[in-house]
């Protein structure tokens, strides 16, 4: 098994609170420098930005994983995560179905950039990126899955746009491939205060939205090579393969 330093939660310039620095070429080139292997691009309910990103990613030996961060029905964030193109196509699609068309407000919100490799402006979506669209939990848990993919609620923990501002809790049914916790608590702390979820793995990213956050938080995959299939295996706990939080 390897042990490859992953943050798997990273906005781009196409979400309106990412800042303009945060474009996929330059979060690629931070990325290596910080001797990260692993990580996600998950702009607000768009995946825009994976393609281009993963693509520059391939050329700098750092595997990408695609997705984006929902905002449910309940208003509790999701990072959802595919590995085909044809998948991520779909579920931009369905994206673009559900979310609310509340035009945006670049004063109050910022820009929604979509940008090409030489960083020039090629899309600006309309709408606002971060309104609840219209699905609930379940709903995007069982979306995410007819596509192959793999969800974990984000920063359960935290007091606004979460599991546990929104709900109160974290449903003991609930269907999840993991779950995400922020960086103000530890693994060990989170799960003496709620030893009902220790069924699930655990990840720890960034959040970043600037490109000086990007690996301010991270958590380490053991695995035997860079690949969606064997990050499901770590996130399932199986065959050796694990996700390692610090």
């Not at 179905?97 to 407000?105: A, H, V």
């Not at 690996?215 to 090579?225: C, Q």
Request: glycine share 4%; charged share 25%.
């Amino acid at each position: 098994m390897e042990s490859y330093k992953a943050d798997l939660h990273i906005h781009s310039v196409l979400s309106p609170c990412g800042d303009l620095e945060m474009s996929p070429a330059n979060i690629i080139a931070k990325s290596k420098e910080l001797g990260l292997k692993i990580i996600g691009i998950t702009d607000h309910n768009s995946t825009l930005h994976c393609k281009l990103t993963k693509k520059i990613g391939e050329n700098e030996g750092i595997f990408v994983l695609c997705g984006a961060e929902v905002t449910s029905k309940e208003e509790a964030h999701c990072l959802c995560f595919f590995e085909k193109d044809d998948e991520i196509d779909r579920f931009q699609v369905w994206l673009e179905e559900k979310l609310q068309t509340i035009p945006l407000d670049e004063d109050r919100f910022g820009y929604q950039l979509v940008v090409n490799e030489a960083e020039e402006i090629i899309q600006q979506p309309p709408y606002l990126l971060t309104s609840a669209i219209d699905a609930d939990i379940d709903a995007i848990y069982d979306k995410v899955h007819s596509l192959n993919g793999l969800f974990i609620p984000a920063h359960v923990n935290r007091s606004a746009n979460s599991l546990m501002s929104q709900l109160g809790f974290v449903p003991p049914d609930l269907r999840a491939d993991g779950l995400e916790i922020s960086k103000h608590i530890t693994k060990d702390n989170f799960l003496k205060k709620n030893a009902y979820l220790k069924r699930f793995s655990f990840i720890q990213s960034s959040d970043a939205h600037y490109i000086h956050l990007i690996g301010e938080t991270f958590v380490f995959f053991h695995i035997s090579e860079l690949s969606f299939a064997e990050i499901r295996l770590a996130l399932q706990n199986k065959d050796g393969r694990y996700v390692e939080t610090l």
